[in-house]
């Protein structure tokens, strides 16, 4: 189970962070991601981050790229994305990702989503 949260209603230049806490998977060795779908659109990876290596690779899309940093912590079996200078199209219903797979294709398991609402 993942379980986001998080989310809120901000204005354009603000910053969110995001958790989503998990429970019945083995987190240390799952990548996790950070998925977004606004409204009108498809899904898409926003981040996401290995199970293993010093430091962990990660990867972004290009629109959040030197704004949003998603993070781990395996004690917690947690996924963070710490979102800063937040822009009205990052409007989104943000959903974690566990399992992603080589070349950071989605995984299996999915949170419920939270909803980031960024007001200009």
């Known amino acids: 189970q993942l379980q986001a949260s998080g989310g809120g209603l901000v204005q354009a230049g603000g910053s969110l962070r995001l958790s989503c806490a998990t429970s019945g998977i083995i987190f240390g060795v799952n990548a996790m991601g950070w998925y977004r779908q606004g409204p009108g659109k498809q899904r898409e990876l926003v981040a996401g981050?290995?199970?293993?290596?010093?430091?962990?690779?990660?990867t972004y899309a290009d629109s959040v790229k030197g704004r949003f940093t998603i993070s781990r912590d395996n004690a917690k079996s947690t996924v963070y994305l710490r979102m800063n200078s937040l822009k009205p199209e990052d409007t989104a219903v943000y959903y974690c990702?566990?399992?992603?797979?080589?070349?950071?294709?989605?995984?299996?398991?999915w949170g419920q989503g939270t909803q980031v609402t960024v007001s200009s």
């Open positions: 990702n566990a399992g992603l797979r080589l070349g950071w294709v989605m995984g299996p398991h």
């Open positions: 981050i290995t199970s293993g290596g010093t430091p962990y690779a990660t």
